[in-house]
């Protein structure tokens, strides 16, 4: 199936772990909550066209006492 195979996992901007995510090439989303269960960080991402760029939102840090670190918005390779 075409469309499967063009499926990919996202990778957490923090950590490089994969996420719980997958995005087709169509797939289009603005400022999405993208949350990693290893760091336990959630990110704010722009994806489009299997490009992902942290949006101009700070990282912001969920229910774990792990430090965040705040990341200028850029476009990152995420996909493996």
Do not use: H
């Not at 336990?40 to 489009?48: A, G, I, L, Q, W």
């Amino acid at each position: 199936n075409k469309e499967k195979e063009s499926a990919r996992w996202i990778y957490c901007p923090l950590c490089g772990s994969k996420t719980r995510t997958k995005v087709c090439e169509n797939t289009v989303m603005f400022n999405f909550p993208l949350f990693c269960p290893k760091c336990k960080t959630e990110t704010r991402v722009d994806v489009m066209q299997l490009k992902i760029a942290e949006s101009k939102d700070i990282t912001v840090e969920t229910q774990s006492p792990l430090p965040v670190k705040n990341r200028e918005a850029g476009s990152v390779s995420l996909f493996y």
